[in-house]
C-alpha cells in the first residue's frame, strides 16, 4: 500500500478493464473517497474522459488527506465504478495517509523511535525488535504503549526534608497524563516504562507462539497424538515477563473500580 505525506495531492490510475483483465468501454465512471473506518469522505461523481480512452487519472486533492486531530495515519479507499452496457464493474485503491511522525508522546507513545533506538542498544535479546523494519517497530511501540497503560502504576517521592519521615506515593493512571507530567516523573520511573515498552515491542514483533498461549491462559494444549504442556502461572494482561519485570516496584495492584 502506497504511503503519502499529510495535504498531499494523490493521484491514482484507472484502467478500463474488467475483472478478468480485458478491455472494456465505460459509459461512465464514478469515484467516491472512504476513509479507513468506510465513512464517506467525498464523493466526486461522474469523471471526464473522452471516446477511445483506456484508462483515466483520479486525483484526490490535498483537502481531502488531512488527518483529523490525535490521528497520526489514516487509509484513504478510492471506489471506483465503471459503468458498461454490460453491467457495472467496481474496483477500489487505497493507500495511506503519514503525519509529520506516527509517535507522539503519551497519545500513543512514552519515548520516540530513536529514543527506542538508542534504549535498545543497552538491552540485550531484542530479536524481534532487531529484525523490525521501521514500520513494523512504530506498530510495535504503539501496540505496546496501548497494551502498557491500562495497567495502573506507582512511584515514591523522597523526603525532601528532614521533617519528611516517609516518601510520597503517587499513584499513576495513565489517560490524562500530559507530556510536561510525564516528563516532571522520576527518572528511575520514566526509564522503566519506557524499557517496558521496548520490551513488550520485542515481544510482539518476536510474536513467539509459546508464549502467546501462556499470555492467554492456555495450561496445555494437544493436537492429534502430540500435546504440550506449558508452566503454570498468574495471567499477565497480555504483557510479557521481560516487560513486567522492568516495572517491578512500580506496579499498582491494590486498586479497585468505582463508577462515576
Known amino acids: 500500500m502506497n504511503l503519502y505525506p499529510e495535504n498531499y495531492d494523490v493521484t491514482i490510475g484507472v484502467a478500463f478493464k474488467d475483472l478478468n483483465g480485458l478491455p472494456v468501454t465505460p459509459t461512465a465512471v464514478n ?4 476513509d479507513g473506518e468506510d465513512e464517506l469522505v467525498h464523493d466526486f461523481g461522474d469523471q471526464v474522459f473522452a471516446p477511445g480512452d483506456t484508462s483515466l487519472n483520479v486525483t484526490v486533492p490535498a483537502a481531502y488527506n488531512v488527518l483529523a486531530d490525535g490521528i497520526f495515519s489514516d487509509a484513504r479507499i478510492l471506489r471506483i465504478t465503471l459503468v458498461t452496457a454490460a453491467g457495472e464493474i467496481r474496483r477500489s485503491s487505497s493507500y ?3 503525519g509529520e511522525s506516527r509517535l507522539a508522546l503519551m497519545q500513543n507513545t512514552f519515548m520516540s523511535l530513536e529514543a527506542a533506538e538508542i534504549l535498545a542498544r543497552d538491552i540485550p535479546n531484542l530479536d524481534g525488535w532487531k529484525a523490525a523494519t521501521d514500520e513494523q517497530r512504530y506498530a510495535g511501540l504503539i501496540n ?7 495497567i495502573p502504576m506507582r512511584y515514591k517521592i523522597l523526603p525532601t526534608t528532614d521533617q519528611d519521615d516517609e516518601p510520597t506515593e503517587v499513584i499513576v493512571r495513565w489517560g490524562d497524563i500530559t507530556e510536561d507530567e510525564f516528563r516532571d516523573m522520576p527518572v528511575e520511573f520514566r526509564r522503566a516504562v519506557r524499557s517496558a515498552q521496548l520490551l513488550q515491542a520485542d515481544d510482539i514483533l518476536e510474536n513467539n507462539p509459546i508464549t502467546k498461549r501462556h499470555q492467554d491462559g492456555i495450561i496445555s494444549e494437544t493436537v492429534g497424538e502430540s500435546s504440550i504442556m506449558l508452566r503454570g502461572g498468574r495471567l499477565t494482561l497480555d504483557i510479557s515477563s521481560r516487560a513486567l519485570s522492568s516495572l517491578s516496584g512500580f506496579l499498582y ?6 463508577r462515576v
Open 96 to 98: 495511506i495517509i503519514q
Open 31 to 34: 469515484a467516491v473517497l472512504y
Open 253 to 258: 495492584y491494590n486498586f479497585g473500580i468505582t
Open 144 to 150: 505496546s504503549y496501548h497494551k502498557l497503560i491500562r
